[in-house]
């Protein structure tokens, strides 16, 4: 099953199923099509590869898969970027500190030259006329990380940022309900309070209906996106929040 989050019969961006099982944690898929181009983004590991793969270009019609954006380095979002560069022409971006490190999940040196740097600062990519951003979000929770902003569809896809787990839904209706699934994730993977207040500052007046992270629910309308933005401004988290962790095992 695929879910539409914006179609205006140009762009769309969609939702796709969550293949995950077992003890994999559980993993969104998001596509972006402009016209006669495509966009996944962190597309996932071995073990949906095929799944994911077959869903995609069910969904592409005459657009063709350009680009795989690579938020950053963990296995459920890079393990199979081989598969995807050995079976399309697209090019793989990631964070210019991981092109080094996603190699050894596999890469084979016939398309290596097609894993592309993301410099510190982000930049734009054009998507069949469209312009996307690489947005910077370092240290939430990777060194390395970024995320996409479509202001076609004035989607941002955070990536893990907004994650939630032990949910069954996938649009957050009650924000106050719903932290406890994003709590204790966030203050342990995001690496600090300044980058959480960092980000909140540079993301607070983009043009934003629908925040969309890869796991878990999504945050829809201005609202509910305000809320989600403001509390990752006041949170505590990371090596701030982990200050009693730091002494000998007895």
């Known amino acids: 099953m695929t879910t539409s989050l914006f179609d205006d019969g140009t762009h769309r961006n969609l939702l796709l199923e969550d293949f995950s099982s077992g003890l994999a944690v559980q993993a969104n898929q998001h596509v972006i099509v402009h016209g006669d181009e495509a966009m996944i983004l962190d597309p996932g590991g071995h073990k949906v590869y095929s799944k994911v793969l077959a869903a995609t270009m069910g969904e592409l019609g005459r657009a063709k898969l350009k680009h795989l954006f ?24 990631c964070s210019a500190l991981w092109v080094r490190f996603v190699p050894h999940f596999g890469i084979d040196r016939l398309v290596e030259d097609r894993l592309r740097p993301i410099p510190d600062e982000g930049m ?85 209906e629908i925040i969309a992270p890869q796991h878990g629910a999504l945050f829809r309308g201005r609202e509910m996106v305000g809320r989600f933005i403001e509390w990752c401004g006041q949170l505590e988290c990371g090596v701030d929040a982990m200050g009693d962790v730091y002494r000998m095992p007895a």
């Open 70 to 93: 690579l938020s950053h380095q963990d296995p459920d979002i890079v393990a199979a970027a081989n598969g995807w560069l050995m079976t399309t022409d697209a090019d793989a971006w």
């Open 124 to 208: 734009k990519l054009n998507l069949g006329g469209s312009d996307l951003s690489f947005v910077p979000a370092h240290f939430l929770h990777s060194c390395g990380n970024f995320q996409v902003y479509d202001p076609h569809s004035k989607i941002l896809y955070t990536g893990d940022l907004g994650a939630s787990v032990g949910i069954d839904y996938r649009e957050v209706t009650d924000f106050d309900a719903h932290l406890p699934s994003m709590e204790g994730f966030h203050r342990r993977y995001m690496a600090s309070t300044r980058a959480m207040r960092l980000w909140a500052d540079m993301v607070r007046d983009l043009d934003i």
